[in-house]
């Protein structure tokens, strides 16, 4: 998820029922309730959730907590298919697969054709080959991958001083001479006790700003290279790819501890490195979003999304960054054909392609369906992880936030029923729709573990926890059949 840096906006108010502080400008504040009095329904709530609705509310969330759909096919995308990068038979595999069982549930499929980038790692070594105290023909081994978009040193590779820095204030003050020539390293520390509090994404939003603008940054003073530290929060050695602007120069990232190796080294000398990146930029590519539509019974011109993205970076196999987004937004749709429930409005799951290398596919979205942002009435997107879910990422109106709290009830006693108001929005393949005005929501995982895994070899299958899956589908179900069926559109 998030190749911008949204997370450091995001406010960290968190409403609970009866107890809500929605901040937005313009809006009026409901009036502040007493918790000595039993919470009741406004009229507007009641107007708009009337009792069978609330009912059917209610069963998907029951059938969405015995429903192993969201698994099997997470499983099939990260086990049997694999990682999908932009442009790769993987991606394209996964698009046909997708596309084909949302048909089985009875959706109209669509295809949205979407030029992407191509991009292909290829070897990615490091040593270090001189440093205080080295041992004769002794070298070191750093652990670090490329970063997407790198440029490629010579098949041989580069051999070079690296200079360390530990952020963007460090790199002005030592100025291209003395960084012309040499590989720089950023070693941007992440804040892991804002992890351990339940702040992750604000700790990334920190941290990941180096490998966005790190390497490009370090082009324009002459470096032959740019490393980051990875941006990650766990000590397993293990590099995390992602993506970066582009610079023109090879650029990776290592691991949290050869960064430390390395800023040991150089306060007490000269640090060489002989350092090897071969990958290759491909001509563009085909690919597409998938748009599967169940055509609303009242209102099908009138549209609430459900989404994830099915890109994948390569290193693993995509099961929490974002193939289970995509799951669990199909499972909102099995869930209600199951159940034989129509939303009164058009429920749309869209499986978006490209949002770790450039957002391609949601860009496509925005410019082919702008005309269209008015009918629709609320996106959704999962893409942080299959944690247990807390609530929802808002960024609504005061009034609309409000509106959904008896959806929001129903999803208590599975404590996924909290909002947090964004003043970014909450999912990047929905934040053109949101800046046009659409309600959007992003579920709001337990993020704790999220960064220890997130753009690594390690984000595969046995990540996710089976019982917090369901808890995710019955979040993005019970929403997104609320928004769709509620008796008026959100507000906005
Ligand atoms: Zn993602």
Not at 114 to 135: C, F, I, M, N, S
Not at 389 to 400: E, H
Request: glycine share 8%; proline share 6%; no cysteine.
């Amino acid at each position: 998820m998030l190749n911008t840096v949204l997370s450091s906006a995001l406010t960290l108010l968190i409403t609970l029922p009866g107890l809500t502080a929605h901040a937005q400008n313009q809006q009026p504040k409901p009036a502040p309730r007493s918790f000595t009095a039993v919470p009741q329904m406004s009229e507007a709530q009641k107007a708009n959730f009337p009792p069978q609705l609330m009912e059917e509310l209610a069963a998907i969330k029951t059938a969405a907590l015995s429903d192993d759909y969201a698994y099997q096919q997470i499983a099939h995308l990260t086990e049997n298919i694999g990682g999908r990068p932009s442009g790769s038979p993987q991606a394209q595999a996964a698009v046909d697969y997708v596309a084909g069982e949302l048909r089985k549930l009875g959706l109209e499929v669509h295809l949205e054709e979407v030029k992407v980038p191509h991009w292909v790692r290829g070897v990615e070594t490091a040593q270090l080959v001189e440093y205080p105290g080295h041992t004769a023909n002794a070298t070191q081994k750093i652990v670090l991958t490329a970063l997407g978009g790198s440029t490629a040193t010579p098949a041989e590779g580069i051999v070079a001083d690296v200079v360390v820095v530990n952020n963007f204030e460090e790199l002005a003050a030592l100025g291209r001479d003395k960084v012309a020539g040499k590989i720089v390293l950023f070693n941007e520390v992440f804040d892991k006790q804002k992890s351990a509090a339940g702040m992750s994404f604000v700790a990334y939003g920190e941290a990941v700003r180096y490998r966005g603008a790190g390497p490009k940054a370090v082009a324009e003073l002459g470096a032959v290279a740019a490393l980051v530290r990875s941006v990650g929060d766990a000590d397993f050695r293990l590099p995390h790819t992602g993506y970066s602007a582009p610079a023109g120069i090879p650029a990776g990232a290592v691991t949290a501890e050869d960064a430390e190796l390395i800023a040991h080294l150089a306060t007490q000398g000269k640090v060489r490195m002989h350092l090897t990146l071969t990958p290759q930029k491909l001509p563009d590519a085909t690919s597409y979003n998938v748009i599967a539509d169940l055509k609303g019974s009242v209102h099908p011109e009138q549209v609430v999304v459900v989404s994830g993205h099915l890109d994948s970076w390569d290193l693993g196999t995509g099961a929490i960054d974002d193939g289970a987004g995509v799951a669990v937004a199909m499972e909102a749709a099995e869930l209600l054909q199951k159940l034989h429930l129509h939303p009164k409005r058009t429920l749309r799951v869209i499986a978006w392609m490209d949002e770790e290398s450039g957002g391609a596919g949601s860009q496509t979205y925005n410019k082919e369906h702008a005309a269209d942002f008015s009918n629709h009435v609320a996106a959704i997107e999962s893409d942080a992880g299959a944690a247990h879910p807390l609530g929802f990422d808002t960024k609504v109106t005061a009034q609309a936030g409000e509106l959904l709290r008896p959806a929001l009830n129903v999803l208590q006693s599975i404590g996924a029923n909290a909002t947090r108001e964004s003043s970014y929005p909450p999912g990047a393949d929905i934040s053109g729709m949101s800046d046009s005005g659409v309600p959007a929501l992003g579920i709001l995982q337990d993020g704790r573990t999220y960064f220890h895994y997130h753009h690594t070899a390690a984000d595969t299958l046995d990540k996710i926890v089976p019982a917090e899956l369901r808890e995710n589908a019955a979040a993005m179900a019970v929403m997104g059949y609320a928004l769709a069926s509620m008796e008026n559109p959100l507000p906005r």
